[in-house]
C-alpha cells in the first residue's frame, strides 16, 4: 500500500518561506504524477501544483513565482518550496500521488496533511 507523509507545516510570518517534505513509500506499477492541494477552512481543496512524470508542471496562478515544486527519487521525497507567503496561503496542504496499477486503473492517494498558517 501507497503511503504520504507530509511534513514541514507551521506557523511563519507574512513574506516567510517554509519549505514542505512528502515522503512516499509503497511499492508503485507506474507514477503518473504527483503534486500538491491545499485546504483552507470553509473552502474547497484547490491544487496548488502538479508536476507529472513528463516533468511538466502546473501551478495555480495564486503561487506562480512563489512556489516550487521538485522531487528527489533517491529519497522517494517530493517537495514544495513556498516563498513569500501571505496570510491567504493558510491551509492544510496535503500531496497527492497519481499512479496506474497493475490492471491499469488510475489511483490517486494522499497524504494526511500539514497546517501552514502565515500570520499577516
Known amino acids: 500500500q501507497v503511503q504520504l507523509v507530509e511534513s514541514g507545516g507551521g506557523l511563519v510570518q507574512a513574506g516567510g518561506s517554509l519549505r514542505l517534505s512528502c515522503v512516499v513509500s509503497?511499492?508503485?506499477?507506474?507514477?503518473?504524477?504527483m503534486g500538491w492541494y491545499r485546504q483552507a477552512p470553509g473552502k474547497q481543496r484547490e491544487l496548488v501544483v502538479v508536476l507529472t512524470t513528463a516533468g511538466s508542471t502546473n501551478y495555480a496562478d495564486s503561487v506562480k513565482g512563489r512556489f516550487t515544486i521538485s522531487r528527489d527519487n533517491a529519497k522517494n521525497t517530493v517537495y514544495l518550496e513556498m516563498n513569500s507567503l501571505k496570510p491567504e496561503d493558510t491551509a492544510a496542504y496535503y500531496c497527492?500521488?497519481?499512479?496506474?496499477?497493475?490492471?491499469?486503473?488510475?489511483?490517486?492517494?494522499w497524504g494526511q496533511g500539514t497546517q501552514v498558517t502565515v500570520s499577516s
Open positions: 509503497g511499492s508503485i506499477f507506474r507514477l503518473n504524477a
Open positions: 497527492n500521488l497519481e499512479v496506474v496499477n497493475r490492471s491499469g486503473l488510475r489511483v490517486t492517494f
